[in-house]
């Protein structure tokens, strides 16, 4: 199993910008999330989905969409970014959905917005 | 409500010393709670979890924590530190019927030569 995969490892964009990072997962988990950190933040719930065709907002949603037409897939888009979104981007997954849960996470994608 | 408070944002140790990293979480109902590592430019790791079985959870690499309900605490310990164990660390807390984890700030492990 290739586990939680993210594309692309690094992004620099414009303000304004559009982009989607690409986020996919080999294990059949049903809950998908994607978090952002930033110093001396920790990790903050951007969206998050507990099944294909079903996704809710998490604690910092604003500027971002997400989608889930299916299990292994959840993107994240940014229609139009700003420096504020500059941070990295961590996409994780689980079988089943919070409480005791492992989440297996993937290798983060780096966003730079100028 | 849930919380989770890193005591300590850095902690530096001797290769071969031991290794406290301090944690207090903050829960309304029952917790599950999970330690990570991160390694620069990585992503997470789970080191170990909690989830009401018993209280002295062991976890990779020699890692081990203890839950103290009585204290609110589940810190990290591992007896010897290795070079390789120099990361981030996250203390993590969740609850059945909530919709994320609960990230402490980290803690930073600087390991001395």
């Known amino acids: 199993n290739a586990g939680v995969t993210q594309t692309p490892k690094f992004q620099v964009l414009k303000t304004g910008q559009s982009m989607t990072l690409q986020c996919a997962q080999d294990?059949?988990?049903?809950?998908m999330s994607w978090y952002r950190q930033d110093p001396g933040m920790g990790l903050r719930l951007i969206h998050y989905?507990?099944?294909?065709?079903?996704?809710d907002q998490g604690e910092v949603p604003n500027g971002y969409n997400v989608s889930r037409s299916t299990t292994e897939d959840f993107p994240l888009r940014l229609l139009s970014a700003a420096p504020s979104q500059t941070s990295v981007y961590f996409c994780?997954?689980?079988?089943?959905?919070?409480?005791?849960?492992?989440?297996?996470f993937g290798p983060g994608t780096r966003l730079l917005v100028l | 409500a849930q919380s989770v408070t890193q005591l300590d944002s850095h902690v530096s140790v001797s290769e071969g010393t031991p290794v406290l990293l301090r944690c207090n979480y903050s829960?309304?109902?029952?917790?599950?709670l999970f330690w990570y590592v991160q390694h620069p430019n990585k992503g997470l790791q789970l080191l170990l979890k909690?989830?009401?079985?018993?209280?002295l959870v062991k976890g990779i690499n020699g890692f081990e924590a203890e839950f103290k309900k009585s204290e609110t605490s589940f810190h990290l310990t591992k007896p010897s530190a290795h070079m390789s164990d120099a990361a981030e660390y996250f203390c993590v807390v969740s609850v059945l019927g909530a919709n994320n984890l609960f990230f402490g700030t980290g803690t930073r492990l600087t390991v001395i030569p």
């Open positions: 994780a997954s689980s079988y089943r959905f919070g409480g005791q849960e492992t989440q297996y």
């Open positions: 989905s507990v099944g294909a065709g079903i996704t």
């Open positions: 909690y989830t009401s079985a018993a209280t």
């Open positions: 829960s309304s109902y029952s917790p599950s």
């Open positions: 294990m059949n988990h049903e809950y």
